[in-house]
Antibody, heavy 117, light 110 residues
Framework: EVQLVQSGGGLVQPGGSLRLSCAASGFTFSGYWMTWARQAPGKGLEWVANINVDGSEKYYVDSVKGRFTISRDNAKKSLHLQMDSLRVEDTAVYYC??????????WGQGARVTVSS | QSALTQPPSASGSPGQSVAISCTGTSSDVGGYNSVSWYQQHPDKAPKLIIFEVNKRPSGVPDRFSGSKSGNTASLTVSGLQAEDEADYYCSSYAGRYNSVFGGGTKLTVL
């Protein structure tokens, strides 16, 4: 079974940092792009970042450029999102997803990030 | 990186059909056939129901269908059932290895 299991998340003060992780199983992790998306409370989905198969190419939505870093460890079949200089507006549930030719399937269970003083 | 435009709500009675639109530009929806649709029930992760405009993953009922004309994609749900009540999101490849989602549509089964 193709599965993504997320960890991380929590409460952090504005300006702080947090790291999200996503453990993959059931597929050849090193053969697929991966994606992070988020959903603010009561709002819609927002694409956050994409990473290519070997981690050499990374792409971000403008609002997180310079603050968030997507990375992957193919040996450990894991995806990460390092979030620095967090802002109140970054408060959301963050999802990882397998990116197969720009369709996202499956998704992780989500990790809640709250940025508040 | 502007969000795709979806109507905030849609509704229909059981057994009826309902269509949800997703409007973008020639730089995303109109420029590629990489349009997908996702179903999200409350407090659950999104689930892929349509990819590449009109293809269904295995296990998704054929009551769900997709299409595209110009810069607008559409999701049609036929034979509405109570369990179809959910939020629906479109997404598209937006060039330069970026992606974009729609604002979401809340589907109510009356």
């Amino acid at each position: 079974e193709v599965q993504l299991v997320q960890s991380g998340g929590g409460l952090v003060q504005p300006g702080g940092s947090l790291r999200l992780s996503c453990a993959a199983s059931g597929f050849t992790f090193s053969g697929y792009w991966m994606t992070w998306a988020r959903q603010a409370p009561g709002k819609g989905l927002e694409w956050v970042a994409n990473i290519n198969v070997d981690g050499s190419e990374k792409y971000y939505v403008d609002s997180v450029k310079g603050r968030f870093t997507i990375s992957r460890d193919n040996a450990k079949k894991s995806l990460h999102l390092q979030m620095d200089s967090l802002r109140v507006e970054d408060t959301a549930v963050y999802y990882c997803a397998l990116n197969n030719a720009w369709r996202f399937d499956p998704w992780g269970q989500g990790a809640r990030v709250t940025v508040s003083s | 990186q502007s969000a795709l435009t979806q109507p905030p709500s849609a509704s229909g009675s059981p057994g009826q059909s309902v269509a949800i639109s997703c409007t973008g530009t020639s730089s995303d929806v109109g420029g590629y056939n990489s349009v997908s649709w996702y179903q999200q029930h409350p407090d659950k992760a999104p689930k892929l129901i349509i990819f590449e405009v009109n293809k269904r993953p295995s296990g998704v009922p054929d009551r769900f269908s997709g299409s595209k004309s110009g810069n607008t994609a559409s999701l049609t749900v036929s034979g509405l059932q109570a369990e179809d009540e959910a939020d629906y999101y479109c997404s598209s490849y937006a060039g330069r290895y970026n992606s974009v989602f729609g604002g979401g549509t809340k589907l109510t089964v009356l």
